[in-house]
């Protein structure tokens, strides 16, 4: 692996206006410019500890940048990889499905729908095969719906 950063005149120039654009998270714009410190094309030789101390973080973060740009290129060395999660329970069929028991009748015996009724009934429809009341009440308040009094 290459001990140091010369970065081509495309990629200075890509990250300048990425970084004058303002359009990326904070994070990829402190990563533009830890890229552009580290790079000796233009004569400069800073050190780690340096940089550290001008972006105001640590000289591990210094060097995971330069890491990745170096194992990577500019788009690894900018850019997480996405991250999957879990796939969420309630998408918008579930969701509508909910919306719409909350708006009909509850069940007989029942004076309203409580969110472990329309957790179970969600169920029992096969919507999911399991569900938390908890996740159901996120929902709801999500869309400003509640099982008010």
Same mark, same amino acid.
């Given at each position: 692996?290459?001990?140091?950063?010369?970065?081509?005149?495309?990629?200075?120039? &890509?990250?300048?206006?990425?970084? *004058?654009?303002?359009?990326?998270?904070?994070?990829?714009?402190?990563?533009?410019?830890? #890229?552009?410190?580290?790079?000796?094309?233009?004569?400069?030789?800073?050190?780690?500890?340096?940089?550290?101390?001008?972006?105001?973080?640590?000289?591990?973060?210094?060097?995971?940048? *330069?890491?990745? +740009?170096?194992?990577?290129?500019?788009?690894?060395?900018? +850019?997480?990889?996405?991250?999957?999660?879990? *796939?969420?329970?309630?998408?918008? &069929?579930?969701?509508?499905? =909910?919306?719409?028991?909350?708006?009909?009748?509850?069940?007989?015996?029942?004076?309203?729908?409580?969110?472990?009724?329309?957790?179970?009934? =969600?169920?029992?429809?096969? =919507?999911?095969?399991?569900?938390?009341?908890?996740?159901?009440?996120?929902?709801? *308040?999500?869309?400003? #719906?509640? =099982?008010?009094?």
């Amino acid at each position: 692996m290459a001990k140091h950063i010369t970065l081509p005149e495309e990629e200075r120039t &890509e990250l300048s206006h990425l970084i *004058k654009s303002g359009k990326h998270s904070a994070r990829v714009l402190g990563r533009a410019r830890i #890229l552009l410190l580290l790079d000796r094309s233009q004569g400069e030789k800073r050190k780690l500890q340096e940089i550290a101390n001008m972006m105001l973080t640590s000289i591990g973060t210094i060097s995971n940048v *330069k890491r990745r +740009y170096l194992n990577g290129g500019l788009e690894h060395g900018l +850019y997480d990889r996405p991250r999957p999660g879990a *796939k969420p329970k309630i998408d918008g &069929e579930v969701e509508a499905h =909910l919306i719409a028991l909350v708006c009909s009748d509850p069940p007989e015996g029942q004076v309203r729908w409580t969110l472990r009724l329309l957790a179970d009934k =969600l169920v029992e429809l096969e =919507l999911v095969e399991t569900i938390s009341h908890v996740a159901i009440g996120d929902t709801l *308040k999500k869309t400003n #719906l509640s =099982l008010g009094k």
